[in-house]
Nanobody
């Protein structure tokens, strides 16, 4: 059974940092791209960052230069280091596994069939 479990969310002041972690199990981790999405109240789920099966990162323009995604294939985990947080980063953050192994990484939520339960990030201004 594929499982993704996020951790590391919380309340932080604007300008602060948080590190989210996604622990994966139930599949061959090395073969799949993993992405982070977020959803704020009343808004659609949006792409935040991804890391391909081969380790290539990609970021939404809104977080580029502030967030860093990484993966540890030995531990089946993906981390999202979030620095210089802003109030507009407040959302529930989800990690997700892309449906297809290998290939290019998608930014569309529809290409991801497995999701974690989400972790709340709240940035106070």
């Amino acid at each position: 059974e594929v499982q993704l479990v996020e951790s590391g969310g919380g309340l932080v002041q604007a300008g602060g940092s948080l590190r989210l972690s996604c622990a994966a199990s139930g599949f061959t981790f090395d073969d799949y791209s993993i992405s982070w999405f977020r959803q704020a109240p009343g808004k659609e789920r949006e792409f935040v960052a991804s890391i391909s099966w081969s380790g290539g990162p990609a970021y939404a323009d809104s977080v580029k230069g502030r967030f860093t995604i990484s993966r540890d294939n030995s531990k089946n985990t993906v981390a999202l280091q979030m620095n210089s947080l802003k109030a507009e980063d407040t959302a529930v953050y989800y990690c997700a596994r892309q449906n297809r192994p290998y290939g290019s990484t998608s930014r569309s939520p529809g290409e991801y069939g497995y999701w974690g339960q989400g972790t709340q990030v709240t940035v106070s201004s």
